[in-house]
């Protein structure tokens, strides 16, 4: 079995609040996101993101698991995607849902819901 190392390198650029908000995943211990994409991934798939937040220069590199996938074509016209948990395994969970979090403080009070 071969594995395609590209297809678990996902670059993923964030550039305003609101599509920050409704990717961020709050209620996963470690924080993660939603990540539209039409390739094929398997539930449990260790992915790494090298994430730009905003307008920061810096990728951010974070590794984490797939805990859902949402199909091509999936009922209600949602957008085809993977919701990835933040692996905290080198600490870098932590500081990426810390800069999200910061990112998202006053929409984080005023509605938990995502």
Not at 3 to 14: D, Q, T
Request: glycine share 10%.
């Amino acid at each position: 079995m071969s594995m395609n190392p590209r297809k678990g390198i996902l670059s993923l650029k964030i550039s305003d609040q609101n599509m920050l908000y409704h990717s961020y995943m709050p209620f996963l211990k470690n924080g993660g996101l939603f990540i539209p994409t039409n390739k094929q991934y398997q539930m449990g798939e260790e992915v790494f993101i090298l994430l730009s937040l905003m307008d920061e220069p810096e990728k951010i590199p974070v590794a984490g698991i797939i805990t859902w996938v949402t199909p091509m074509g999936a009922q209600g016209n949602q957008a085809s995607g993977i919701g990835v948990h933040f692996s905290d395994m080198d600490g870098s969970a932590s500081l990426v849902r810390g800069k999200i979090e910061n990112y998202l403080v006053d929409k984080l009070k005023s509605d938990k819901a995502t």
